[in-house]
């Protein structure tokens, strides 16, 4: 143990003098009777831990010390020696915690030695006492004499457990450095041999440069690749400087990754370029047996093709991303004109021109409507503009190769000495070649995308591809663009057709209504009239008679009851009259009468809305009514007519026992048959929407929205 290690180690143990001489204390307190005061105990035993602790770090040990200990030990505990073996262990454990473990190591041997002393000095205080008691009780077993014998024992052994201890843990010390060195001696010449091996196998690799240089740059060696790239002999590199053979910016970059390298001591990669061609390069240093680098091995294979090849890759992702970019444009325009616009932008970053144009093709009517056409960003031809074929005249093979689904190209305009039309319109906007391609949908020639360059020559077979690409998901969107729109004109058509029936249901009915009311009511009104009239000129005598005209009279007012509601039904006159609130809550009054189903109305007062709201609201209540009187089994119904500034709506709501929708809608195709189907149409041909809303036992709500001043 050298100065600086006890001298740390004594700092520890004087700074936890007190614990151990407490815990020391608590040990005996526990185990003997003290004939001392605490305080003069406790003092006592700091006296003699300092004692120990200083005996314990000095070399050698003085074994006389250490029995004086033992034996003022004995007295504090009088004469109980089977304490002595507690104290030990614990003394030993209070000394060696917390203390590192080499610390603890080399501590090892001196607790054993101490121990030993300390049994010593403890068993001589305490062996005169008991033979003396030996004397005075002859045939008496000394117990405490036995006890304190085996103490003693037990102590040497202990002790020499230490000292084996202390050895096997020194030598594992020993052994665990003499590992950690072989292991760095095997590393170090790993590390060499493969750094050779690595030379020997860049300077033997058959497509690679490989050259062995010292520090300085001076080639010791070279494989004939390099010769042959450096147009010279193997035995004319050797010996030169490899900064020769290089221009000065290139050597200048050289020297620095080379002084890295021998810097670091680890490879280093970069890439450079020379006369058009890649070189990928790897500096890799050579080490001697010390690990120094005493020599640097270079390099270089040629990856002038994988470049090009990740050029190409890269333009190829870029053409993906604009293809992409122009199938998102596609399906984000809506007519064809705005889809043409979107593929000749983006097209004209893939293809390099001044313009183009997109047409569709019409020989039934002998046109080519523009769908758009530009050059340099401006318009060329309004959209929509319908061009006569004869301004194709005199390019008939540029027609016939379209349907053939071939492309067309015009290498030079100004070559051709009479020029349709449209060509002359493309030269007078400096347009001198042109690539046109057709447009084909379901093998149907429906257009054309064309492209025009300022300089003659035919464009480039990757821009040909590029077009050609476009053309086949171009034709597609326009053709479903156009089916949309002859799909959206067949609907409207559609929905004004069926306007015109419903007004002219609406009219037929108004007309029933009338001539029931006005022709059939008044007949019968002068019928009932005629009959009362002969029943009171009737004699007295004539009572059978009599009878049967008032029955005959009943049954005139019964049937101009029905007559006046069926009028009402085909046409309320109220809704002319009074306006669509009075008429709901009147129609609900009497359904309710009639059907015996309490109906709840509430609505407030309306402005003038058009007969055509008017009417479809009525028409909604009376179906919806029916519908709750057929099927809902309801107790109460709650009829509801709001209104907006810009919607006017119309809810019937009951408690009866509801339905599944989902259910119905899967079985049915619709909830409530085909009456509010009917609604639902009404409602959507003036810009509404039919609402419903039912679960099974909980009752249904029926919601009918309309705009307020009719379809917008």
């Known amino acids: 143990m050298n100065a600086a290690d006890r001298s740390e180690l ?71 020696a089977e304490v002595l073996g507690r104290t030990q262990d614990l003394l030993a454990q209070q000394l060696v915690e917390g203390l590192p473990a080499e610390q603890v190591v080399a501590v090892q041997p001196r607790l054993a030695a101490l121990f030993g002393g300390l049994a010593v000095g403890f068993f001589q205080q305490v062996r005169e006492p008991l033979l003396a008691e030996q004397e005075q009780n002859r045939g008496a077993p000394i117990s405490d004499l036995q006890r304190a014998e085996g103490t003693l024992r037990k102590a040497y052994d202990d002790g020499v457990e230490w000292r084996v201890q202390e050895r096997a843990a020194e030598l594992a010390v020993v052994n665990e450095k003499l590992r950690r060195e072989i292991a760095e001696r095997k590393r170090a010449e790993e590390a060499l041999r493969e750094s050779e091996e690595t030379a020997r196998a860049l300077l033997n690799a058959p497509t690679d440069v490989a050259a062995l240089i010292d520090t300085r740059g001076i080639i010791l060696d070279a494989n004939e690749t390099m010769a042959r790239r450096f147009r010279r002999r193997v035995d004319e590199l050797i010996g030169s400087c490899v900064w020769d053979l290089f221009p000065s910016d290139m050597s200048e970059r050289r020297k620095a990754h080379i002084s890295k390298v021998i810097q670091s001591g680890k490879p280093v990669r970069f890439e450079d370029e020379r006369e058009g061609m890649w070189n990928d390069n790897v500096i890799y240093p050579v080490l001697d047996a010390q690990g120094k680098v005493t020599k640097v091995a270079i390099l270089a294979r040629d990856i002038t ?21 122009i199938d998102q444009a596609i399906l984000a325009a809506r007519s064809p004109e705005a889809i043409a616009q979107a593929v000749l932008y983006y097209v004209r970053r893939l293809v390099p021109c001044l313009g183009g144009a997109v047409m569709i093709l019409d020989f039934e009517a002998g046109e080519a ?37 071939k492309v067309h190209v015009v290498e030079d305009a100004l070559a051709i000495p009479q020029p349709p039309p449209v060509l002359q319109t493309l030269q007078a906007q400096g347009l001198r070649s042109v690539l046109n391609v057709p447009l084909v949908a379901e093998h149907e020639l429906i257009g054309f995308l064309s492209l025009g360059a ?46 015109q029936i419903v007004s002219a249901q609406e009219e037929e009915r108004q007309r029933l209504s009338r001539a029931l009311h006005d022709e059939a009511g008044q007949a019968l009104t002068a019928l009932r009239i005629s009959l009362e009239l002969i029943q009171d000129d009737l004699p007295v005598e004539f009572d059978l008679l009599r009878q049967r005209i008032g029955d005959a009279a009943a049954l005139t007012d019964a049937t101009m009851e029905q007559i006046r509601l069926l009028a009402r039904d085909l046409r309320p006159p109220a809704l002319d009259a009074v306006g669509l609130n009075p008429t709901l809550e009147a129609f609900c009054h009497d359904f309710g009468k009639r059907t015996q189903l309490p109906i709840d109305y509430l609505g407030l007062g309306l402005p003038m809305l058009p007969e055509a709201v008017n009417m479809c609201l009525y028409r909604f209540l009376q179906e919806a009514l029916t519908n709750v009187a057929k099927h809902a089994c309801a107790d109460q119904v709650c009829v509801t007519l709001c209104y907006d500034v810009e919607t006017v709506s119309l809810s019937v709501e009951d408690d009866g026992r509801g339905f599944d929708k989902q259910a119905r809608l899967s079985a049915s195709g619709w909830p409530m048959g085909i009456g509010l189907l009917g609604m639902q149409e009404r409602l959507e041909s003036l810009g509404g929407q039919l609402e419903i809303e039912s679960q099974p036992g909980q009752g249904t709500r029926l919601m009918a929205y309309l705009p307020a001043g009719g379809r917008p």
């Not at 960003?377 to 319908?386: D, I, N, P």
């Not at 003659?456 to 089916?483: K, N, S, T, W």
């Open 10 to 80: 004594l700092q520890i143990l004087q700074g936890r003098c007190d614990t151990i001489a407490d815990s020391w204390y608590q040990a005996i307190a526990r185990t003997s009777h003290v004939p001392h005061s605490t305080a003069e105990v406790r003092e006592h035993l700091v006296e003699l831990t300092e004692q120990a602790i200083a005996l314990l770090l000095t070399d050698p040990l003085e074994h006389g010390r250490a029995e004086a200990i033992g034996a003022s030990l004995a007295r504090l505990q009088y004469t109980e």
């Open 305 to 325: 093709e994988r470049r090009r090849a990740d050029e190409e890759l890269r333009h190829y992702t870029e053409r993906l991303k604009s293809l992409h970019e």
């Open 369 to 405: 409507i523009v769908l758009a056409a530009e050059v340099n960003g401006k318009l060329m031809v309004q959209r929509g503009t319908h061009l006569s074929l004869d301004e194709f005249k005199g390019t008939e093979e540029f027609i016939e190769s379209l349907r053939q689904g």
């Open 454 to 499: 300022g300089s003659p020559g035919p464009f480039a077979a990757g821009h040909v591809d590029i077009a050609c690409e476009v053309a086949g998901p171009l034709a597609i969107a326009v053709q479903q663009a156009r089916l949309f729109e002859q799909v959206r004109v067949g609907r409207e058509r559609l929905r004004r057709l069926a306007q």
